[in-house]
């Protein structure tokens, strides 16, 4: 069964720092392209960034050049995205998604076949 669970969401105040992970399982995690996305109420889901499938190559959203960083971690599995000097506007549903590895670095939403349920992530000023 394909699966996808995000975690580490929570409450943090601006300026700190926290770290989502996302597990992968029923797949060949090592040829699925990777992403994290998120979503903030009344707005469209946007991308934050993608992984190439050695893990070599990141990209990132514009709001998320310096800020986030995704790394993946192939013999566990495992997807992660820190996210540090959070800010006022980084509040959102935080969604890692996998798609085909051909895919692999895609910022288009339609590009990822699967998805997790999210982690809400919430700034104190």
């Known amino acids: 069964q394909v699966q996808l669970v995000e975690s580490g969401g929570g409450l943090v105040q601006a300026g700190g720092s926290l770290s989502l992970s996302c597990a992968a399982s029923?797949?060949?995690?090592?040829?699925?392209?990777l992403g994290w996305f998120r979503q903030a109420p009344g707005e469209e889901r946007e991308f934050v960034a993608a992984i190439s499938l050695s893990g070599d190559t990141a990209y990132y959203g514009h709001f998320a050049q310096g800020r986030f960083t995704i790394s993946k971690d192939n013999a566990k599995n495992t997807v992660d995205l820190q996210i540090d000097s959070l800010k006022p506007e980084d509040p959102a549903v935080y969604y890692c998604a996998d798609g085909p590895g051909y895919k692999g670095g895609s910022s288009y939403r339609n590009d990822y076949d699967f998805w997790g349920q999210g982690t809400q992530v919430t700034v104190s000023s």
């Open positions: 029923g797949r060949s995690f090592s040829l699925l392209a």
